[in-house]
Structure formats: structure tokens, C-alpha cells
């Protein structure tokens, strides 16, 4: 076992842990992090997904010794402090989740895209939305990602973007 200093969300953390073991299970076993699912383990599903260094990343499929002590993760914990983001926002005030499984990983990708692109199109979501949900909320959470571009791009809320 080797030590490792990881930055999530915001925060610094020393674990240890085998450099093969995938960032998923270090942020939920050894972090005590749990919004981030484990759903296929082969980064198809997208219950796994984070933010690494503000891109999309599938946390099942990183093996910690690819993570450098200079890396920001952020999980769906630290997203916001009180469900504040216009994503979490939009998700609430649609009523996306079923069985809300799958919801953190969805969040996460659903942020990832708008921070790529503001103003996503139903081409760009369906591309850039990958997340596997078994309850079928796609037409909520398309709804959703419009509903919070349009809070993220509000004169009133240009700061939460």
C-alpha cells in the first residue's frame, strides 16, 4: 500500500491504497464520499462519474496511480454546499430521479456539458449524455439540462455558472 494525497472537492485527503484501485472506490471506502456509484465497473453506465480537473471522468475505470497530488476532483458532494447549482436546481424543480441511482453520475455529466457549452441543443445533449438510466428519465433530464442552462444564464445567476 502506498500514501497518496488527493485534492476533492476543494478538499486535501491522504489515503492509502494499491496504485491499481480505481478512483471510485478510494473516494467512496477511503474518503467516506458516497454520492458517487459503482454501476458496470467498465465506465459504460456513468454512475461513476466525477469531475478531473473540470472535465467529465468515469472514476470506475482510473486507477489511483494515474491521480497526481495536484489534481481537482470533484464528486457531486462538492458540486455545492446546499444543492445551490442550477443543475441540482433544474433536477429538483423537474423531478427527474425514479429511483435516482444513476442521478449523481447524470449531475455530474449534465454540468460537465454546461460548462463546455451554455446553450446546449437536444443534439448536444443526447451526444454529450451518455449515463445509463434504467428508470428511462431521458425526456426529464433533456428538460432538466434546458432548464438549467436557462438558470445558469439568467442575468440574475450569471455567478453560479
Known amino acids: 500500500m502506498k500514501s497518496k494525497k488527493l485534492n476533492i472537492n476543494g478538499k486535501n485527503y491522504e489515503v492509502d491504497a494499491e496504485d491499481q484501485t480505481p478512483l471510485l472506490w478510494v ?5 467516506g464520499l458516497t454520492g ?28 489511483l496511480s494515474s491521480i497526481k497530488s495536484s ?7 462538492g458540486l455545492s454546499k446546499d444543492d445551490s447549482h442550477p443543475v441540482q436546481k433544474a433536477w429538483l424543480q423537474v423531478d427527474v430521479p425514479q429511483c435516482g441511482y444513476c442521478q449523481s453520475g447524470q449531475i455530474m455529466a449534465a454540468s460537465a456539458l454546461l460548462k463546455r457549452k451554455a446553450r446546449p441543443t437536444d443534439q448536444d445533449i443526447d451526444e454529450a449524455m451518455t449515463n445509463i438510466c ?7 433530464i ?15 445567476n ?4
Open 27 to 31: 473516494i467512496r471506502e477511503q474518503v
Open 36 to 63: 458517487t456509484k459503482f454501476g458496470c465497473g467498465i465506465a459504460q453506465c456513468g454512475a461513476c462519474s466525477i469531475h478531473l480537473n473540470g472535465a467529465l471522468a468515469r472514476s470506475c475505470v482510473i486507477p
Open 71 to 77: 489534481d481537482k476532483i470533484t464528486t457531486i458532494e
Open 134 to 140: 434504467r428508470c428511462g428519465t431521458y425526456q426529464r
Open 142 to 156: 433533456r428538460q432538466a439540462i434546458h432548464l438549467a442552462s436557462d438558470l445558469t444564464n439568467s442575468p440574475a
Open 158 to 161: 450569471k455567478k453560479l455558472g
